[in-house]
C-alpha cells in the first residue's frame, strides 16, 4: 500500500448545553481514510476503508480551522498508528483550508513524514459519506445529572408506552368477551322465540283439532212420571 485516500467535513454546529450546562455552539469534523488512490467517494466500500471517526473542539467561529486539525488529525494517525510513509491525498469541501494547510506548522511538519500529500477540494454534494458520518456520530458531553435524568425519562416513557399497550391489549380482550357474551345471548333469545313461536303454533294446531274432532252433547229429554202426570 503506497497511497491512502481521506475524505474529510466539517461543522460547526448549535448544542443544547456545554460542559457547563449552558446553549452554545461546538465544532467537529469527520474522517473517512481509505486503502489506495480514490478519485471519489463512489469508490468508497467497507473493504477499503482503514478508519473512520468524528472529534470535537471548541472551535466556534472559523469553520477551516476544524479542516486544518483534521487535516493534521490523519496525518498524525497514519504516521504514528499505522507507521504510513506513503503518499497521501486528502479531500475536503472547504477551499480556505486547502489553500492554508500548508501554513500551520504542525500540519507542514507532519507532511514531510510521508511521500507527498496533496489536498484537493470537492463540492460537498460529493463528500456526502463524511458529512452523514458526522451527522450520525455527533454527541457532545453533557453534565452527569441531566445524563441521569434524560435516561430516567426515557426509561419511564418506555415504561408508559408498555402500560399502554397492555392496556389496550386487555381492552381488546375486554370488548372480545363483551361481544361474545352479546352473541350468546342474542343466540339464546332467538332460540326462546323461536320455540315459543313453535309452541304458539302448536297450541293452535291442537285447538283447532280439538274444535274438530269435539263431540257434542245430547240435548237432555225430560222424562215426566206417571205421578207427576196425576
Partial sequence: MNCVTAFIDESIHPIKWNEEGTKGSAGSYSYIICRGH??????????????????????????????EAAIGKVMMMLAYDYNFKGNVQIFTDNITAMEKWTTISTNSRLAKLFESVTVSFVPREKNT????LGRTQMFMSIPTATYNEIVTKVCAYDNIQKQKAEAKRREAEFKAEQARIAKEQAEQRRMEE????????????????????KVKEPIPVKVETRSELN
Fill in 38 to 67: 480514490l478519485a471519489s467517494e463512489n469508490d468508497i466500500e467497507n473493504t477499503v476503508v482503514i478508519a473512520q471517526g468524528i472529534d470535537y473542539m471548541k472551535e466556534k467561529d472559523h469553520i477551516e480551522h476544524l479542516t
Fill in 129 to 132: 459519506h463524511a458529512d452523514k
Fill in 194 to 213: 323461536q320455540r315459543m313461536q313453535e309452541m304458539s303454533l302448536w297450541d293452535g294446531i291442537v285447538s283447532a283439532l280439538k274444535d274438530f274432532f
